[in-house]
Structure formats: structure tokens, C-alpha cells
């Protein structure tokens, strides 16, 4: 299921040398990390208002975009996808309370 996630890493990466005139990516990286985030967090709201309005389509392509746009929020902060998806394994089996009350101490 994560092959698509890192074939669509891979390109973020293989953008960064890009010309910013050819690619969308290139642009947002050329643009450095706060340019990235905006990005991600206006995609991220466009992802919630359609859940609350819930039209699956177009939710589907929100995600599409909030993944996306995740992925070159961290790359242009230098954080490979293998980096999130470590923290994900290890938290793997644990409560989600458990693990929210162990980021407190």
C-alpha cells in the first residue's frame, strides 16, 4: 500500500534539482518550508470541510492532496517519508492513549 507513497516521495526528492518554471513541486520547494506548510495546512482545511460535508469524491481527492502536500512539507524540511512511517511502526500496537499520555513526560 505504501509504494505509491514512496514513488511519490522519490519525485519530491528527484524535484528539488527541477527547474521551479517546470514543476509544481519544484516551485513549493523553491519557495523553502513556510511556503510548504501554508500549502499543507490549506489543504488540510479544504480536507475537512469535505468530510464535514461528507462527499466522499471529493474527500478522496482532498486526502489525495493533503498526502501530497505532506510529503513536500517534509522534504523540504529534510525529513524522509521512511522517518514518519519508523514513528508510525513503533507506535504500532500501542493504545493511542497510552501513547499520548507518554508524549506528556
Do not use: C
Not at 506548510?37 to 489525495?64: H, M, P, Q, S, T
Amino acid at each position: 500500500m505504501t509504494d505509491i507513497l514512496d514513488r511519490l516521495a522519490r519525485t519530491v526528492t528527484e524535484k528539488r534539482a527541477a527547474d521551479p518554471k517546470s514543476s509544481w513541486t519544484a516551485q513549493l520547494l523553491a519557495a523553502g518550508p513556510e511556503k510548504a506548510a501554508r500549502k499543507f495546512g490549506e489543504e488540510a482545511v479544504e480536507a475537512v470541510i469535505e468530510a464535514v460535508r461528507g462527499d466522499r469524491e471529493r474527500l478522496a481527492a482532498e486526502a489525495a492532496d493533503v498526502l501530497y502536500h505532506l510529503i513536500v512539507m517534509l522534504a523540504a524540511r529534510g525529513i524522509e517519508l521512511d522517518e514518519v512511517l519508523k514513528v508510525l511502526e513503533e507506535r504500532e500496537g500501542i493504545s493511542g492513549v497510552d501513547e499520548k499520555a507518554a508524549r506528556r513526560n
